[in-house]
């Protein structure tokens, strides 16, 4: 096999892989935020206008501030799902923290 061959090859694969590991961090974090997050606010909160939310990290924060308020004892890996949801989804930050 020669090696441009062998480099899309891995490119190809990682590209993949990533992917469906993104999608399914969102997907996932969405479950956890339809059971856990809209007891106290709707999904009109994350896009109204005077939100103070103007970044990645601080709507990161602001999920682990809510997840601690509700006392849901997440792991880090279940916040930064939810994080991608709402950014995914309402938000739209550039994730480059
Ligand atoms: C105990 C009630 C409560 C629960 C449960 C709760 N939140 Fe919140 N959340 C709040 C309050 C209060 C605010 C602040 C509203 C304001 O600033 O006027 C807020 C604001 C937010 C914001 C910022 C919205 C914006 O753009 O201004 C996000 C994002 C958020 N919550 C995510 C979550 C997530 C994710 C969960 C589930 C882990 C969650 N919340 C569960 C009470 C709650």
Redesign the pocket.
């Known amino acids: 096999m020669n090696l441009l061959y062998r480099t899309l090859l891995n490119f190809m694969v990682f590209t993949l892989l990533y992917s469906t590991a993104y999608a399914f961090d969102s997907e996932n974090g969405k479950i ?2 339809n059971d ?6 709707e999904h009109s ?4 206008k ?4 103007q970044s990645y990290p601080l ?1 990161h924060e ?2 682990v ?3 601690l ?2 006392e ?1 004892m ?1 792991f880090e890996e279940e ?1 930064d799902q ?2 991608t949801y ?1 950014n995914d989804s ?2 739209h930050f550039n994730q480059g923290k």
């Open positions: 956890l935020h856990n997050c809209v007891r106290c606010h909160l994350y896009t109204r005077e939100s103070k939310i709507l602001r999920v501030q809510c997840e308020m509700s849901l997440w916040t939810v994080t709402l309402f938000y």
